[in-house]
């Protein structure tokens, strides 16, 4: 049972929200898209069952839970601050699992009962190298019961290298034009670790806390053949914005 304060972790994941505006184009848009996609794949459906990976403190599970409040919805993440402040700021409305994507074993540590819905995530498959990717994709079309999706909201490069370039300014321009902050990741941490009430939780951790990213290159085809091989039946882009893409894929 987490004994940080409400107040404190309101505090933290509105920070934590705000500097994430800087790493994901619209991403308030994005959360919106995948969040229609989800619902409308588990329409009449009882208590479907929702996995966000790389959830952070959960801002897209917390909205997909409001807009679906019969489904059962997990937030994934391998960082235990990050969780409950999640836990300590939305409650009960979501069930928060600690586990590293792609590590073996790391699906059973959601204690899945039965086939899941929708799996979904937001500027965090990236970090996956590919073979752990290629991995993951195979793990997930498992769990997955038919005509359940994988929506990927991240960076996507389209194939064709000069429109990737594109692209990629066509994002950073528009994130210059409307960013609004001027904390990033790295000066979040900094700072939360200097909050009196966050500090005993970050103690002891150095530069180890967040393991290595072995991260990938993929662009939207490769993704497409990963997912393929993975066993997904139709696999397509419903939203884009620069490199920012929201990638579906059905099972």
């Not at 500097?19 to 009449?44: K, L, M, S």
């Not at 967040?210 to 091989?229: I, K, Q, Y």
Request: hydrophobic share 40%; charged share 25%; aromatic share 6%.
């Amino acid at each position: 049972m987490s004994t940080m304060t409400a107040l404190t972790a309101a505090r933290w994941v509105e920070r934590w929200e705000s500097q994430q505006q800087r790493y994901a184009v619209d991403r308030e848009e994005r959360f919106t898209v995948i969040t229609d996609v989800v619902e409308q794949v588990t329409c009449g459906r009882p208590a479907p069952l929702v996995l966000d990976l790389g959830s952070g403190p959960g801002a897209l599970a917390s909205r997909l839970a409001a807009r679906l409040p019969d489904a059962e919805v997990l937030a994934v993440d391998a960082d235990p601050l990050l969780l409950e402040l999640g836990s300590s700021h939305y409650g009960p409305a979501l069930r928060y699992v600690e586990a590293v994507i792609g590590k073996p074993g790391w699906l059973d540590a959601l204690a899945l009962d039965r086939p899941v819905d929708a799996v979904v995530s937001a500027t965090a498959l990236h970090y996956l190298g590919e073979s752990t990717l290629r991995r993951v994709y195979g793990e997930l079309a498992e769990r997955l019961r038919p005509g359940g999706v994988l929506v990927n909201g991240d960076h996507i490069g389209p194939d064709a290298p000069r429109i990737a370039e594109l692209a990629l300014h066509v994002g950073e321009r528009h994130s210059e034009r409307y960013l609004d902050t001027t904390e990033d990741w790295e000066s979040w941490w900094s700072e939360a670790a200097a909050d009196p009430e966050l500090a005993p939780r970050l103690a002891g951790c150095g530069p180890d806390r967040h393991p290595h990213c072995e991260g990938n290159d993929l662009t939207l085809s490769g993704h497409v053949t990963l997912l393929r091989e993975a066993g997904f039946t139709q696999i397509g882009t419903v939203w884009q914005f620069g490199h920012s893409h929201v990638l579906v894929a059905v099972r």
